[in-house]
């Protein structure tokens, strides 16, 4: 069966800093990758997704992921934390089962940005 | 209006109370679900309807019924809930349910609470 683990729940960075939102997946198969994004009081959006071609997407708002394989890693990053980045992070591996796929979440990050 | 819309976006009600949950999608898309999203878990799937067919059932109590009248419609009926219950709700659209790539979008969700 596919899952993600998110590594940390929280994460804190300095506005202007790097950020680093760290994702491991199984998979039996080739996945399908998506890192979403929640505001508060908000849905999710969707930030960038990995289907298997290019292993470095790059996403909205300056984020950008590498697919590692040998790892079996989709890590999040972005150059320099803005405080809108402030937000809940979810990284997700799609899933089939009988015929159907299915989104499998992870636990999500709080990321923090300080000024 | 573009996107997937949710309403309400508050609900409060008693644990004797019949209350439904809307959604609509603009997004001519053909696949439509239902989340939970409770403090300190990961996002839970609920139902999946393709082409307004219930084709995941995620052992949900039978006091949440979804309905889905259309492919640009998708309800959620509630009765006799328990304050557990209390939750953030998400509806989600996709183009369809068979392909891993598909990307998921999301609605503002409704803030249920039970009392």
């Known amino acids: 069966a596919q899952s993600v683990t998110q590594l940390d729940s929280h994460v804190s960075v300095s506005e202007g800093t790097p950020v680093l939102l760290r994702c491991n997946y199984s998979?039996?198969?080739?996945?399908?990758l998506f890192w979403y994004v929640q505001h508060p009081n908000k849905g999710l959006q969707l930030l960038l997704k990995?289907?298997?071609?290019?292993?470095l997407v790059k996403g909205i708002n300056g984020f950008e992921a590498e697919f590692k394989k040998s790892e079996t890693s989709f890590h999040l990053t972005k150059p320099s934390a803005h405080m809108s980045d402030a937000a809940e992070y979810f990284c997700?591996?799609?899933?089939?089962?009988?015929?159907?796929?299915?989104?499998?979440f992870g636990t999500g990050t709080r990321l923090k940005v300080l000024a | 209006e573009t996107g997937v819309t949710q309403t309400p976006r508050h609900l409060v009600m008693g644990m004797t109370n019949k209350k439904s949950l809307k959604c609509e999608q603009h997004l001519g898309h053909n696949a439509m679900y239902w989340y939970k999203q409770s403090a300190k878990k990961p996002l839970e799937l609920m139902f999946v309807?393709?082409?307004?067919?219930?084709?995941e059932n995620n052992s949900v109590p039978s006091r949440f019924s979804p309905e889905c009248p259309n492919s640009s419609h998708l309800f959620l009926h509630l009765h006799t809930l328990q304050p557990e219950d209390s939750a953030l709700y998400l509806c989600a659209s996709s183009q369809d349910t068979g392909l891993g790539t598909d990307t998921q979008y999301f609605g503002p969700g409704t803030r249920l609470t039970v009392l």
């Open positions: 990995y289907t298997s071609a290019a292993t």
């Open positions: 997700v591996v799609s899933n089939k089962t009988s015929g159907t796929y299915k989104y499998i």
């Open positions: 998979s039996s198969y080739s996945p399908s």
């Open positions: 309807y393709s082409l307004e067919e219930r084709v």
